[in-house]
């Protein structure tokens, strides 16, 4: 695993944080809302390319298929 897919994260993690506490300051809450699970729909997709990356190495470990 590489360090920098975590600090892409983080940094993901931050920018949507500050960007959901602007908007909520500024009575945009259904656009926070909207911010926040786009944030999330990123990180889950990174995160699933590295499971996805896992299971690979997994199956040629053990040479399975």
């Known amino acids: 695993?590489?360090?920098?897919?975590?600090?892409?994260i983080a940094a993901i993690g931050?920018?949507?944080t500050v960007i959901c506490q602007i908007l909520k300051k500024s009575d945009r809450d259904d656009v926070a809302m909207l911010v926040a699970v786009a944030g999330l729909i990123i990180v889950l997709t990174m995160v699933t390319t590295m499971i996805a990356e896992l299971f690979e190495s997994i199956k040629s470990l053990f040479n399975l298929y």
């Open 1 to 8: 695993m590489d360090i920098d897919l975590l600090f892409k």
């Open 14 to 16: 931050i920018l949507v």
